[in-house]
């Protein structure tokens, strides 16, 4: 079967993928050749390529996470030409294409890189830190049951749109990847701004700003300097001002807490 | 075996009132003596983990993926249902029951598809208070539009990514109890057996999979949140990693396992491109509301199309058939996703199908932009499109999309009660694991409707009625039944890794992928069904004797993990095909090419079918058991499903 674009031609690639047996192995980038390879293939389809091949002259295959393949569910985490989630803007990895690459390229594929992610095995790195800063205060601390009806709390549309862009985060990690200091300041902020911004979460506004930055800073992420590389390689577009609202939060925070 | 639903006695409406009255409570200083297993965390499991951690109980949560927010219900676009007639168009909790028991094809219980109706206005107060953002007018209310089939507007939506932004609220409340310590949170771990102690399921067994340590579990009760088994058909629209290894291991264990053929096969998703294709993608079918499907009135027209001898825009209004609105002129491009999908395979068949494979129809917005205007349109879809822009590289302002059909959701599941007990005692199956609500067929926008009222508003209520009535002593983990269940784990694993045949387990799940799709997909006949018996049994008995899995068990090992998802499935699509070769009708997802209509629809026979099959396991290989809870419709009038 031909895909959409019948005139494009198979390509043969050089991978170089990182290596690490697991958390405590030392690791390395080893080269292999791909070829056939189509230019409507997914780049984890390309992937699959090389781990059947691999999988049938009995070496191990690469491992590497992914999962729903629809770029939501933000499994897909490979740093691809020293960028996360490789060349297209705003786009996945599990929904980056081969028709971005050209016959004849070689294609470098490592894991996100980062103190506070260490690697478990190859391309697939422990971001359990995220959760933790999540559980840390990222909710409404509600209940199930004994609400109020969902009408009765109107939101202005504008407010809601703007909550909306900070909770579309996917929760990848490619903005701490694309930061020199491996910060993790634009993740934290998209779920601060979110729900300072509802009415349902101002309630919890302080305690929550002071205490996902304070388990983001535990976890071992880097500071922020401001060079703006996690918007620029967010695959959703997470804006940066989002960053700006987490520090009128934590200061407004800090100004008023006991812990001042 | 006598199944009994235990449906509460009374009148629809009031059965679920009642019954919450009358179960069992757990007194809340008792409820910390009491430990739940909660398995999957999706929707039904995050939001039934997070509800056990507030009222008190012991909770541990287990999720195969790295984080709870990845599991597949963060896929799900179009929305969510609820009647609560924010639209004041006519809707009514029993308007939604009727719906969804009538789309279901009369398949479903009633009284469980009454309750799910009922709580469904909980669950957007529940998820607006834990701000979840829907959308929402500019007067600062929720908006709301009809989705699959409705009509009524009574879907709440979050642009195209309702089911992420639910799963995140889900996610947050599951977080919350995690940070207080009731819930206990088990990512990158697989359930791979269940254990069970006089008679009653008491934990389960695990695979850690960073490290491979198989590791036991010990609890009151346990809950499967663990999805669908769309995946046995390799291609669907499922997340790579969903599975059906929890519910099939717990049937093996003596849960029965319900309707496994009603499986849904999705109208609106991209085509195939090649056979390195891993997975499909679902495109919204919200975008049937203003894209109109059509091929081209002739074989010839096709043809020409199909070898670039013409494009799509040469071809004149009078030369396309816009087949769904022609066929059912009230519902048109809105009809049932079964109705919607049998439908644009009947135009491939008739050779009318576009794109180089010829498997593919037209979904058409040029009419909705001319009408809107493109902003409009990049409102409502722009996510959409730009999806379908990213994996086609075509532009679907400019040309229209094509799509075809893709398995995409499983109505079968375990067999549960009115209280979402499977047939063994103490084991819970919610959302899209169990069976109950959405009989051959289910409407759009209400499998996040399903699992978020399972976990929420049904089990928490259920399972204390259960925990009440048995004492609160707990099991170790070395009684001899986890023993026996730890070495049955290793056994499999051992098994597998030491085959080291020349097949690969993608090979084998694509080859039953193929099987699943041309004999027990959208149209089914009962030679093909014996075929593909016959098929998968040669496949099974080939891949415990050639399948290739490499490295060990302790070890991150995906080969390995997918070694036993594929193994389960090659049980499961057997009792896929006995299920539908046994089931001498045509309901919803479940179309047998014998028992239609003059026109091609669906024939139900009511008098011999309608019922629901439950099927026992017997042993590998073994004709399974068959056992029937017999449906009764006392607020329904059966009918003939039509959209025209």
């Not at chain 1, 009408?151 to 549309?157: D, R």
């Not at chain 2, 009031?14 to 200083?29: G, I, M, S, T």
């Not at chain 2, 996610?171 to 088990?186: C, F, P």
């Not at chain 2, 009440?468 to 026996?484: G, L, Q, V, Y």
């Amino acid at each position: 079967m031909a895909g959409s674009n019948p005139n494009a031609k198979p390509m043969d690639l050089t991978l170089k993928v990182w290596r690490q047996k697991n958390k405590d192995a030392a690791g390395q980038l080893v080269t292999y050749p791909v070829k056939g390879i189509s230019p409507d293939m997914s780049f984890l389809e390309m992937m699959d390529v090389l781990n059947e091949n691999l999988l049938r002259s009995g070496e191990d295959p690469i491992a590497f996470d992914h999962d729903c393949r629809e770029g939501i569910c933000g499994a897909c985490s490979l740093h691809i030409n020293g960028r996360p989630h490789g060349p297209e803007r705003g786009t996945t990895t599990c929904q980056l294409h081969m028709r971005h690459f050209k016959d004849g390229d070689t294609i470098t594929i490592e894991p996100w890189r980062a103190a506070a992610f260490p690697v478990h095995k190859d391309l697939v790195v422990d971001r359990s830190a995220f959760d933790r800063i999540q559980q840390a205060g990222g909710y409404v601390s509600v209940n199930t049951g004994g609400v109020p009806d969902a009408n009765e709390i109107p939101i202005p549309k504008t407010i809601a749109d703007k909550a909306f862009d900070a909770a579309t985060c996917i929760q990848c990690g490619a903005c701490v990847a694309a930061c020199k200091n491996a910060s993790a300041i634009l993740f934290v902020s998209a779920k601060v701004s979110q729900l300072a911004l509802l009415p349902q979460g101002k309630v919890e506004r302080q305690t929550r700003v002071e205490n996902m930055v304070a388990q983001m800073e535990i976890e071992g992420f880097g500071a922020c300097s401001n060079t703006g590389a996690c918007a620029a390689e967010c695959p959703v577009g997470i804006s940066l001002e989002n960053i700006n609202m987490l520090r009128r939060e934590y200061i407004s925070a800090k100004a008023t807490s006991e812990n001042f | 075996m006598i199944l009994d639903s235990n449906i509460p006695e009374g009148p629809l409406a009031e059965k679920w009132d009642k019954h919450k009255f009358n179960v069992k409570l757990v007194n809340p200083a008792n409820k910390r003596k009491y430990d739940i297993i909660v398995v999957g965390t999706g929707l039904a499991g995050a939001s039934a983990a997070a509800t056990f951690g507030e009222l008190g109980y012991n909770v541990k949560a287990f999720c195969f993926q790295d984080s709870p927010r990845r599991a597949h219900s963060i896929a799900a676009q179009g929305g969510i249902n609820a009647a609560k007639n924010y639209q004041n168009d006519g809707d009514s909790v029993f308007r939604l029951f009727y719906d969804t028991v009538k789309g279901g094809d009369y398949r479903a219980r009633e009284a469980n598809v009454y309750r799910l109706a009922q709580v469904s206005v909980d669950i957007i107060d529940q998820c607006v208070a834990q701000g979840v953002p829907f959308a929402r007018e500019y007067g600062g209310l929720l908006a709301n539009r009809s989705f699959g089939g409705a009509q009524v507007s009574r879907t709440f939506y979050a642009r195209g990514q309702t089911g992420q932004q639910l799963l995140l609220g889900a996610y947050s409340a599951l977080n919350r109890q995690i940070a207080y310590g009731k819930v206990k949170m088990y990512p990158r771990t697989e359930m791979l057996d269940l254990v069970m102690v006089d008679g009653k399921a008491r934990g389960i067994v695990v695979r850690n999979l960073i490290t491979g340590k198989v590791e036991s579990h010990s609890a009151h009760a346990v809950v499967l949140a663990t999805g669908g088994y769309g995946n046995v058909f390799f291609l669907s629209t499922n997340a790579m990693g969903s599975n059906a290894t929890a519910a099939w291991r717990a049937h093996r264990r003596g849960a029965l396992f319900a309707n496994p053929c009603f499986t849904q096969i999705h109208p609106t998703c991209i085509p195939v491109s090649g056979d390195y294709q891993s997975k499909l993608t679902l495109m919204s079918e919200s975008l049937r509301n203003d894209g109109r499907v059509w091929v081209p009135k002739t074989v010839e027209t096709a043809q020409r199309l199909r070898k670039g001898e013409i494009t799509v825009n040469d071809i004149k209004e009078e030369d396309r058939d816009y087949y769904l609105e022609r066929k059912y002129p009230a519902f048109g491009n809105l009809v049932p996703r079964d109705v919607a999908s049998r439908n644009a395979k009947l135009m491939c068949d008739e050779g009318r199908g576009v794109g180089a494979s010829g498997l593919a129809v037209f979904l058409d917005f040029a009419d909705a932009i001319k009408r809107e205007g493109q902003p409009a349109i990049a409102a409502k879809y722009g996510n959409l499109f730009d999806m379908y822009a990213k994996i086609t590289d075509e532009n679907p302002y400019e040309k229209p999309m094509r799509i075809y059909p893709a398995v995409h959701y499983t109505m079968g599941g375990l067999w549960v009660d009115y209280n979402l007990m499977t047939t063994i005692p103490g084991l819970y199956a919610t959302g899209e694991c169990n069976f109950s609500d959405h009989g051959a067929n289910r409407l759009g926008a209400s499998a996040l409707m399903q699992g978020l009222a399972d976990g929420y508003f049904v089990v928490p209520y259920t399972i204390g009625d259960y925990l009440a009535k048995m004492p609160n002593e707990r099991i170790s983990t070395e009684h001899p039944a986890f023993k026996e269940a730890e070495q049955n784990v290793m056994a499999i694993t051992n098994k597998l890794l030491s085959i080291q045949g020349t097949r690969t387990v993608d090979d084998f799940h694509k080859a039953l992928g193929l099987i699943m799709w041309d004999y027990c997909g959208m149209a089914r006949n009962a030679e093909g069904l014996r075929f593909a018996k016959a098929e998968i049994r040669k496949l099974r008995d080939e891949f415990w004797r050639d399948v290739k899995v490499t490295g060990v068990n302790e070890e991150l090992n995906q080969t390995l993990e997918k070694a036993h998802r594929v193994a389960d499935f090659l049980e499961l699509g057997e009792l896929m095909v006995d299920d539908a070769l046994h089931r001498e009708e045509s309901c919803g997802g479940h179309f047998r090419e014998e028992y239609q209509t003059p026109e091609n629809e669906a024939l139900r026979d009511d008098e011999n079918f309608a019922y629901v099959a439950a099927w026992e396991f017997t042993g590998t290989g073994n004709q399974p058991m068959l056992h029937k809870e017999d449906l009764k419709f006392e607020n329904v009038k059966l009918t003939q499903r039509s959209y025209k």
